[in-house]
């Protein structure tokens, strides 16, 4: 399949508002080949290259193994890999949801009566589901999340604050991304979506 391959080194925090030199924001392209699907993966691993992709790509196939086989492959390896045809704001941000943060007494409060972010349908207030089991955690649009790295293409550390304070504004107080403990919410990370910003959180 033709897709636009991305491979991403390393972000230093641009949360934290040091004056950070552009050239460490690294964006490697490795394929882009456009199509009207507008299709593409993500592909991120801590201190990786380019280069070192494709070697452990070109590994992972040589043994003849299907795509999501090679996708396994690759994340055994340590990278983190996503389809970006279903590049979903949280679910990028956390391979593992377990990076979340405990909320306030207010953000549970809050949290049963939001809305379910993937559907739009009221959330239930039902703590079990229909054969016993326990319900899924109420997602709320104040859930937090441990964010590291920010990224948007041809995008630097003024777009991202500007970006950020327009999200705030629309949003709340409440929403601004802690700087220190780099905690940021969930409605926060689909405002910044939507403005083609993506959010990513270490594995």
Not at 31 to 38: F, K, N, P, R
Not at 66 to 93: I, R, T, Y
Request: hydrophobic residues 35%; proline residues 5%.
């Amino acid at each position: 399949m033709l897709c636009e391959h991305l491979s991403y080194k390393e972000f230093d925090d641009v949360n934290k508002g040091e004056d950070i030199p552009m050239k460490k924001v690294l964006l490697v392209p490795l394929l882009a080949c456009l199509l009207l699907s507008a299709c593409g993966e993500f592909s991120y691993k801590r201190g990786a290259t380019a280069a070192d992709l494709e070697k452990s790509r070109d590994a992972c196939k040589a043994n003849g193994m299907s795509d999501a086989a090679v996708k396994k492959c690759l994340e055994d390896q340590g990278w983190f890999v996503h389809d970006l045809s279903d590049m979903d704001p949280v679910a990028v941000l956390m391979p593992n949801e377990d990076n979340r943060s405990s909320g306030s007494q207010g953000d549970v409060a809050a949290a049963a009566a939001a809305t379910m972010v993937e559907s739009g349908t009221p959330a239930s207030t039902a703590s079990t589901t229909p054969d016993g089991a326990p319900a899924a955690p109420v997602k709320s649009m104040t859930d937090k999340f441990k964010v590291t790295s920010w990224w948007k293409r041809g995008a630097g550390r003024t777009e991202l604050a500007d970006a950020t304070n327009q999200c705030v504004a629309e949003l709340g107080e409440e929403h601004r991304p802690d700087p220190v403990t780099q905690y940021t919410t969930r409605g926060l990370l689909i405002c910044m979506r939507k403005s083609g910003w993506y959010g990513l959180a270490s594995k």
